[in-house]
Protein backbone atom coordinates (compact mmCIF):
# COMPACT_ATOMS: atom_id res chain seq x y z
CA UNK A 1 0.00 0.00 0.00
CA UNK A 2 1.10 3.53 -0.52
CA UNK A 3 1.48 6.38 1.88
CA UNK A 4 -0.92 8.11 -0.44
CA UNK A 5 -3.48 5.52 -0.37
CA UNK A 6 -3.13 4.73 3.37
CA UNK A 7 -3.74 8.67 4.23
CA UNK A 8 -6.39 8.35 2.28
CA UNK A 9 -7.72 5.48 3.84
CA UNK A 10 -7.63 6.70 7.32
CA UNK A 11 -7.93 10.62 6.98
CA UNK A 12 -4.41 11.87 7.37
CA UNK A 13 -2.19 13.48 4.68
CA UNK A 14 0.85 11.43 3.18
CA UNK A 15 3.40 13.53 5.39
CA UNK A 16 2.26 12.61 8.19
CA UNK A 17 2.25 8.59 7.00
CA UNK A 18 5.74 9.73 5.73
CA UNK A 19 6.52 10.93 9.13
CA UNK A 20 5.42 7.76 11.23
CA UNK A 21 7.30 5.41 8.81
CA UNK A 22 10.83 7.68 9.88
CA UNK A 23 9.55 8.34 13.45
CA UNK A 24 9.39 11.68 13.21
CA UNK A 25 6.35 12.57 14.30
CA UNK A 26 4.07 11.69 17.48
CA UNK A 27 0.46 11.86 16.55
CA UNK A 28 0.45 8.37 15.74
CA UNK A 29 -1.21 6.30 18.76
CA UNK A 30 -4.18 8.22 17.90
CA UNK A 31 -4.56 6.80 14.49
CA UNK A 32 -3.24 2.89 15.47
CA UNK A 33 -6.95 1.46 15.12
CA UNK A 34 -7.28 3.23 11.64
CA UNK A 35 -4.27 2.02 10.41
CA UNK A 36 -4.52 -1.23 11.49
CA UNK A 37 -7.74 -1.78 10.08
CA UNK A 38 -6.69 0.16 6.31
CA UNK A 39 -3.76 -2.67 6.66
CA UNK A 40 -5.87 -5.47 8.25
CA UNK A 41 -3.97 -6.02 10.68
CA UNK A 42 -4.00 -6.13 14.01
CA UNK A 43 -2.46 -3.22 16.11
CA UNK A 44 0.33 -5.27 17.46
CA UNK A 45 0.77 -5.97 14.38
CA UNK A 46 0.95 -2.21 13.68
CA UNK A 47 2.99 -1.16 16.54
CA UNK A 48 5.55 -4.71 17.05
CA UNK A 49 5.68 -6.16 14.12
CA UNK A 50 3.73 -9.03 15.23
CA UNK A 51 0.16 -10.11 15.31
CA UNK A 52 -1.26 -11.44 18.65
CA UNK A 53 -4.13 -13.06 17.00
CA UNK A 54 -2.47 -15.85 15.14
CA UNK A 55 0.84 -17.07 14.38
CA UNK A 56 2.69 -14.78 11.81
CA UNK A 57 1.87 -15.38 8.17
CA UNK A 58 3.81 -13.87 5.44
CA UNK A 59 1.79 -13.29 2.54
CA UNK A 60 3.47 -13.20 -0.96
CA UNK A 61 3.25 -9.99 -3.38
CA UNK A 62 0.86 -12.00 -5.55
CA UNK A 63 -1.11 -12.94 -2.52
CA UNK A 64 -1.28 -9.60 -1.50
CA UNK A 65 -2.60 -8.81 -4.99
CA UNK A 66 -5.40 -10.99 -5.22
CA UNK A 67 -6.80 -9.89 -1.91
CA UNK A 68 -6.68 -6.61 -3.34
CA UNK A 69 -8.69 -7.41 -6.26
CA UNK A 70 -10.99 -9.06 -4.11
CA UNK A 71 -11.75 -6.40 -2.24
CA UNK A 72 -12.62 -4.32 -4.94
CA UNK A 73 -15.05 -6.53 -6.49
CA UNK A 74 -18.67 -6.43 -6.24
CA UNK A 75 -20.23 -9.54 -3.54
CA UNK A 76 -21.53 -11.70 -5.97
CA UNK A 77 -18.26 -11.80 -7.69
CA UNK A 78 -16.46 -12.47 -4.54
CA UNK A 79 -18.75 -15.14 -3.91
CA UNK A 80 -17.51 -16.83 -7.32
CA UNK A 81 -14.11 -16.05 -6.45
CA UNK A 82 -14.42 -18.22 -3.23
CA UNK A 83 -16.31 -21.07 -5.06
CA UNK A 84 -13.28 -21.02 -7.70
CA UNK A 85 -10.31 -21.05 -5.46
CA UNK A 86 -12.00 -23.65 -3.15
CA UNK A 87 -12.68 -26.13 -6.42
CA UNK A 88 -9.28 -25.15 -7.55
CA UNK A 89 -7.95 -26.06 -3.75
CA UNK A 90 -9.56 -28.99 -4.07
CA UNK A 91 -8.32 -30.45 -7.24
CA UNK A 92 -4.57 -29.43 -6.19
CA UNK A 93 -4.84 -31.67 -3.12
CA UNK A 94 -5.86 -35.22 -4.75
CA UNK A 95 -3.65 -37.26 -5.55
CA UNK A 96 -3.03 -37.73 -8.73
CA UNK A 97 -3.75 -41.01 -10.56
CA UNK A 98 -0.17 -42.79 -11.10
Not at 34 to 61: C, E, N, Q, W, Y
Amino acid sequence: MTQDALAAAIGVSRSAVAQWETGRAGQLTGHLVAIARALDVGVDFVMHGADKRGPALTASADELALLRLYRECADEDRQFLLRTARRMARLNTRPSPD
